[in-house]
């Protein structure tokens, strides 16, 4: 089972479409992995504490149909590769009302030291345990 | 003569009423004030080198008439006080192509120390030459 | 008791000082706001399919301490007064954690015919029940 | 010569990391294809006026290296595709004062009749002179 965040849209994330607008996707689906990294790993403030940041390397999505203001959406979230300090994540975000598909969509992204923005190379040596954690929920996540 | 700032409304900046969501009036002045200080003062970016940021204290404003995507506006801004570290901006955004007022607002916010967010006390004895500017900005846009 | 919304500061909310954008209060009070319609009154969206939308026609407030990124925070909501089609509400946003007082403030309203963007001047005759259920909430929210 | 937008960092565009939130490229490569399309086409809201719309139907990019508060930046935007009524955009967003590149991107778009959000499939006949001036800008911006 894959992991799930839901909420709906509020009112200031639509534009005069009358809907989502898309560069609010990318802020969804970052809603929707922080909360996965709380609830599977460590919150991002904590990991933030321990000098450790995970910036966006990059985004790509497919706007599929419209999300409108109130809608109920549930983001359908999975890390589909972990290597080293490298990962990228999987999104799916579908009306919870109708099922209806709206958005799919990956993101990549690298632990980084805070300030320095660059992988952290030393990550597996420096945090094992959060290394090895991150490799089950990527085992997790792509076993059939 | 008060000193304007002018550009159009951005598609992002509209909501699903279609027109301006009245959050972004409080970025729209942020934009003339920033634009002010630089014309006027020196950058935002060139005073936080200097260690010294301005956060805002409050804000506040009357949504009178609605502004539309890709609507040509200017904000007119004064200095209507100026008390050692504290300030206060009065604004009025203004259609540009019918003369309407669609806002009117003030803010007030003082000098601090980056990183710690509150008075600078020292301010006027620490940047003598800023202080006196400040003075003759505020008495500028003060006189009548 | 006073009726109150609560969640957490997320990322995009931030800005470079660290804390939340001053601009972002006003989203977090709409969301405040359209929360406590939806659980008092009815969802903001079934008023608008109803024809009545509620344009915000002044909003004001005191950036009294900050909120970082992951925070926990409560937002206070009031309905200070309404009459016959317009209405006030008070905040305070109250940092869950350590209770300090981050911001107040308050917002006025009114009903509209959507598309129109003016006062509904015959709300009440329209919408009678509306109307004194708006009457109950305003009682409740402003008795000692 | 490709077209270019230009304009600087805007401060609630940063988050606590210093830098433009990811999300923000693309409402910055928005200004500037519908700077793009004012400066080459018609303007967008003249565009709506005439019942079309050029809904996203993807977007993706590369976050290369940062973007900081004031710093200017320029857009280089070149439409690669067009066909019918799909149209294809890349992007480059280029710091203007040390020339590192910031962001690479493409995004998709069609046009659409107003309201409806489907391909405007009889786009070509409707419009031949837009058409025609579509497969111009197209024909200028690919060829070597």
New interface residues.
Partial sequence: MSWEYSRRV???E??????V????Y??II??AR?EWLRDNFM???EL?KMGV?I?????????VS?L???DEFKVIIRLVQFKGVRMEFEYEIINSVNGQLCYTGESTHFFAVDGN?KPYLSFRSKFPELYQKMCLLHEKDTKI
Same sequence: chains 1, 2, 3, 4.
């Fill in positions: 509020k009112y200031y639509t534009d005069r479409m009358g809907v607008h898309h560069s609010n990318l802020r970052e809603d922080m919150s991002y403030s933030e940041i910036p966006t390397a990059s985004a790509s999505g497919k706007f419209y409108r203001y109130d923005y």
